[in-house]
């Protein structure tokens, strides 16, 4: 079972640190982790592995196991081993169309459209198994809708920032649904668990661009 969920990529630190835990036999803090996983990194590197660890739009941390064989480490390509060519096609057109969209969401409805020549039952399979394997997640928004799951933000990097996605002004990672600065010209972006971190030690924080208070 825990084999399973770290075969599928993405494990959130709270469902890592029990399991490091049991194997330590004692309390580990996340500093420790953190710690823990990037020694344990160093040692898979010469067996083309790498343990990424990746702020996700929830403000939870992820660790993924990464494979970084081959040209396509950080590209879609690499999905080629386990995915057919026209599941990789469509699904590299949903995470184009939920970067650019307003609110980081797609339909499923509009996923089923982006379909060329499979069937309904083919498409509705791969979302389904898009969301198994953490590469698809519920919107923040909106329970209906998908937004892109914690794997991608471990092991598509280079191709969200491609694509433009934005960083979070105070923590530096890739944000997508997160907190936008009012001003409707203006990039500034900010997971909301950053934002709400700062506004606890009761300051308002000011869009680094154009000093506006996000909030
Ligand atoms: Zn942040
Ligand atoms: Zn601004």
């Known amino acids: 079972m825990e084999g399973q969920k770290l075969a599928h990529g993405a494990l ?3 469902e890592l640190l029990p399991m490091v835990m049991e194997v330590f036999g004692r309390e580990i803090t996340s500093h420790e ?10 040692k898979l590197r010469p067996y083309s592995l790498d343990i990424k660890k990746a702020m996700y739009d929830n403000g939870k941390t ?3 196991l990464i494979n970084t064989v081959g040209k396509g480490s950080d590209d879609l390509t690499k999905l080629s081993n386990t995915y057919k060519p026209w599941e990789i096609v469509l699904f590299r057109k949903a995470i184009e169309q939920i970067v650019e969209s307003e609110d980081g969401e797609l339909d499923s409805r509009d996923f089923l459209n982006l379909r060329e020549g499979n069937t309904i039952v083919e498409v509705r399979a791969l979302l389904q198994r898009l969301y198994d394997e953490k590469w698809f ?13 914690p794997r991608v933000f ?12 934005h960083q ?10 997160g907190v936008r600065c009012p001003t409707p010209s203006c990039i500034t972006r ?3 668990s950053c934002l709400a971190k700062y506004e606890r030690k009761g300051r308002k924080y000011n869009c680094s661009a154009c000093r ?3 909030r």
């Not at 982790?33 to 160093?42: F, K, Q």
């Open 12 to 14: 959130s630190e709270e």
């Open 33 to 42: 982790l953190g710690e823990i996983t990037s020694n344990l990194a160093l």
């Open 62 to 64: 992820y660790y993924g």
């Open 137 to 149: 997640a519920p919107s923040i928004f909106n329970d209906d809708q998908a937004t892109l799951g």
């Open 154 to 165: 471990l092991e598509l990097v280079v191709f969200l920032r491609e694509l433009g996605i």
């Open 168 to 177: 979070c002004t105070i923590c530096s990672s890739d944000v997508l649904q």
């Open 190 to 192: 900010t997971h909301e």
């Open 212 to 214: 506006k208070s996000l």
